[in-house]
C-alpha cells in the first residue's frame, strides 16, 4: 500500500425512483482509498454498500457529488468514454461468477485479455489461481470455487488499477470462502491491487487495510486496521 491517494468519493448522492417509490440510497458519502489498499465496505441490506460500488464502477449514474479514480473523473462520462472508463481501469467480481458457458476457462479469461493494452500473463495467472490444470475445462465442469477462481482470473487479466468485489464469498461454503480470500490477499501483495471488497460478512473486515461501514446511506465508520489478521486465520467465515 503506498500514500498515493487512488480513489476519492466526495459528498456522493444517488436516489432512485419518483414519486411514492422516491428512495435516497447515498447521502453524501465521502471517502479515500489509497493505492494497493485492501478496503471493505460493509452494512446492512439496503445501506447502500452496492450502490456505492456501482457507481464507483460507472454502473450507476450519480445525483450529485464526485468520483476519480487514478485521477479520472467518472461523472459524466457517457457511451464510449464511460466504457473506456471501465476498460481501462476497473475488474469486476461478483457473488454469481457469469463466466461464459461455452467457452473454457482459459477463453473466459481470454475474453478480459484481449480489452486490455498491459494484460497480465495468462500462464502466471492460471498458476497463481491454481486453474492450471482446469483451463480446458468449462464452467458446468468446475466447482463454485473454481469457478470463482477464474472469475477472479478473468477480472485480473486486464491488470486493472482497482478490482471491485461484490460479496466475493456470498455463494461460496465456508472452507472454499477462505480460500478465495486467501488469494485475493496473494493477489493484493504480488500485484499491488488496490481493491474494494462489498461484504455481508463481518470477519472478512478483520483481513483488510481500510474498513468503511456504511448506515441507512451515510458514513457511519470509517477506519484502518492497525493489526491485519491473515486470511487463512479468519473465523466464522
Do not use: W
Request: charged residues 25%; aromatic residues 6%.
Amino acid at each position: 500500500m503506498s500514500e498515493e491517494t487512488f480513489l476519492v468519493v466526495k459528498d456522493l448522492h444517488k436516489s432512485y425512483g419518483e414519486g411514492g417509490s422516491y428512495a435516497q440510497v447515498l447521502k453524501g458519502v465521502s471517502i479515500k482509498v489509497f493505492k494497493g489498499e485492501m478496503c471493505v465496505i460493509q452494512g446492512t441490506s439496503g445501506s447502500g454498500k452496492s450502490t456505492l460500488l456501482n457507481c464507483i464502477g460507472g454502473l450507476d449514474s450519480i445525483d450529485s457529488g464526485s468520483v476519480s479514480v487514478a485521477g479520472t473523473l467518472i461523472e459524466g462520462l457517457k457511451g464510449e468514454r464511460l466504457s473506456d472508463y471501465r476498460r481501462d481501469n476497473l475488474g469486476f467480481i461478483f457473488q454469481f461468477y457469469n463466466l461464459v458457458p461455452n467457452l473454457t476457462v482459459r477463453e473466459n479469461i481470454q475474453v478480459c485479455e484481449f480489452l486490455s493494452k498491459d494484460p497480465l500473463n495468462i500462464d502466471e495467472l492460471l498458476a497463481v489461481l491454481g486453474l492450471t490444470e482446469h483451463q480446458h475445462k468449462f464452467p458446468s465442469q468446475l466447482s463454485g470455487g473454481q469457478q470463482q477462481r477464474c472469475a477472479i482470473a478473468r477480472a485480473l487479466a486486464k491488470n486493472p488499477k482497482v478490482l471491485l468485489c461484490d460479496e466475493p464469498t456470498g455463494a461460496l461454503d465456508s472452507k472454499t470462502s477462505r480460500d478465495i480470500l486467501v488469494l485475493l490477499e496473494k493477489i493484493n501483495r504480488q500485484y499491488g491491487t488496490t481493491m474494494l471488497i462489498v461484504t455481508h460478512n463481518n470477519s472478512i473486515k478483520n483481513m483488510v487495510d481500510h474498513v468503511i461501514y456504511l448506515k441507512d446511506g451515510e458514513i457511519y465508520k470509517d477506519y484502518y486496521n492497525e493489526k491485519k489478521t491473515p486470511a487463512s486465520e479468519l473465523e466464522d467465515l
